[in-house]
Structure formats: C-alpha cells, structure tokens
C-alpha cells in the first residue's frame, strides 16, 4: 500500500469531493471525502471525513488544499461550514480569497 499523496476527485452530481490513495493490489482506496452545496457560485463545504483507518496522516488538510485550489481554478468561492475547513482557513490566510463574503 502507498503511503504517499491522495488524489481528489470531483463528483459534482452527488456534490462531493472524494480523496483516494493509489494501493499497488487494489487500484484506488477511497480515504475520505468532502461534502458541500452549492448556491450559485458558492460552495458551502459542509462535511470533512477521513476514514479512521487513514486518519492522522494529513490526509483532511491535503484533501482540503486540493478542494481549495479546484475552488480558486473554477473561480468560486466557499462558505465554510464545517469546523475542519473553517480551521484550515484559519491556518492558511493564503486562501481567504476564496470564502465568499
């Protein structure tokens, strides 16, 4: 099993991101996820799961990151619901930008 970077993918019709690790057996193994909705063209990141087995590896805040940057690339902007990306931001000013007044 790789330990390494998760990749993120966007599954916008059931608006979720969803965090995967490459696994050398198995193809991808799904690590967590993002929830959100969305109102124009904010999205309200509502939900942050890493699965228990996963956890403790920094996989939430890579998740995050890469949400953020889809965000920025697709030129919305967030409303942070849940307290895992609120905090996040908090820690990374570099992305408020990105929350939408």
Not at 15 to 35: H, K, N, S, T
Not at 44 to 62: I, K, P, Q, S
Not at 84 to 91: G, I, R
Request: hydrophobic share 40%; proline share 2%.
């Amino acid at each position: 099993m790789a330990d390494g970077t998760i990749s993120v993918t966007h599954l916008a019709e059931q608006e979720r991101y969803r965090a995967d690790l490459a696994d050398d057996d198995m193809g991808a193994v799904e690590v967590g996820y993002i929830d959100y909705t969305t109102d124009g063209d904010n999205l309200a990141l509502t939900h942050t799961v890493v699965f228990d087995r996963w956890g403790g590896r920094g996989f939430a805040a890579e998740l995050v990151r890469q949400v953020l940057d889809d965000v920025r690339a697709n030129d919305r902007r967030v409303v942070p619901v849940c307290s895992y990306v609120v905090s996040y931001l908090d820690k990374h000013p570099e992305y408020s930008d990105l929350v939408a007044s």
